[in-house]
């Protein structure tokens, strides 16, 4: 069975399984929330070169961060059973390197992340997958804490100003048309060139197109020749309102036509 999403057709199985990790994220936001790990020192200032992350670090409640895991887990059994052996030895971490692979991935120490992954000899797509989804709604209440410190309107990089991750999605709002970027691990959003792609830096309008989806109105892919990166951008100035929090799922047509076309975008995990 499957279900017309956009113009691409996504087997009802795909979007049973977002809908499920959607209703397990915004359970554990609102517990994470609740919680309030994160404080900005009222002393420190932001150097406006580099992101937060690299002098203030997020983190986790352990044992919160647990639960939230093993409930991935439960999802992708019913959802992933070709992961199923991988699923396994993910249950059965000890406390010491759950910890460490959580505290790696949220300091980008990649390689530390491959060495627990591989010695544990697990997938490194499964493991990957559920501790990005893990750590993600953390990362968004360091980000809603930090924001209030952070000038996210005057950033331009392509990374984010919180976490330094890349964004997965963009979005154009207000009469001027400005673009925001929006980061794929902490959800904030900063204001970033109309035209130019965010992964590469290039400016030379020849080399970057819109692919428009005739379809769904508002919703469209960038493009750039160089670097055949792609961008899934919504056009909030269309009459949109788009619910930011489930838009990365709802456009998984977009991301299925531009593979399809032989774009990439190198933001991590999906
Ligand atoms: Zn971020
Ligand atoms: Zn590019």
Redesign the pocket.
Known sequence: MSKQTGPVSLPQELLDFYDGLLVIQQKYLAKIRELNLFSVPEQWVWDKTNPLVSSIKPVTDPVLARELFNQLLELLTCYKPVWADSIKKLEGMTEKDFSDLIVSFLEGDRESVGGIISRLDIQPEVAEFAIFQTVKPF?RTY?EAANLNIDTANWLENF?P????KAKIAVIRGEEGKRYLR?S??E?EWLYKLLACPNCGNDDHQTLSFLLIEETPGYRLDVCEVCKSYLKTIDARAGLKPNMDTSEIQTIYLDIIAHERGYSNRAVNA
């Not at 919180?162 to 991750?165: A, P, S």
């Open positions: 990362l980000a984010c919180v976490c330094g991750n980061c691990h902490c904030t």
